[in-house]
Nanobody, 116 residues
Framework: QVQLVESGGGLVQAGGSLRLSCASS????????MAWYRQAPGKTREFVAR???????NYADSVKGRFAISRDNAKNTVYLQMNSLKPEDTGVYYC??????????WGQGTQVTVSS
């Protein structure tokens, strides 16, 4: 099974930036859609951004214009650049790898905390 390892989370003030990384152990990374989700305390996990193997991207309305997802297939890594962070962006951010059947693998998550 493919393993995903996130990094880059932390504590930042509102208006600041963070860059999350998700490294995949699998060689199938290149052909798979990758995505970021997040889960705030007491809330369900929600979609943040997605990047297809063609590099076509999609974003949740709440992060459009502030977040950018990208991938480096040579490094089997997907990134999430987060700018103009808001306190409501606080949560655990998870990386996901999609197969034809849906989410095939989840990372362990990385905590992002935005202080006001």
């Amino acid at each position: 099974q493919v393993q995903l390892v996130e990094s880059g989370g932390g504590l930042v003030q509102a208006g600041g930036s963070l860059r999350l990384s998700c490294a995949s152990s699998g060689s199938i990374f290149v052909s798979n859609t990758m995505a970021w989700y997040r889960q705030a305390p007491g809330k369900t996990r929600e979609f943040v951004a997605r990047i297809a193997s063609s590099s076509v991207t999609n974003y949740a309305d709440s992060v459009k214009g502030r977040f950018a997802i990208s991938r480096d297939n040579a490094k089997n890594t997907v990134y999430l650049q987060m700018n103009s962070l808001k306190p409501e962006d606080t949560g655990v951010y998870y990386c996901a790898l999609f197969t034809s059947l849906g989410v095939g693998s989840w990372g362990q998550g990385t905590q992002v905390t935005v202080s006001s």
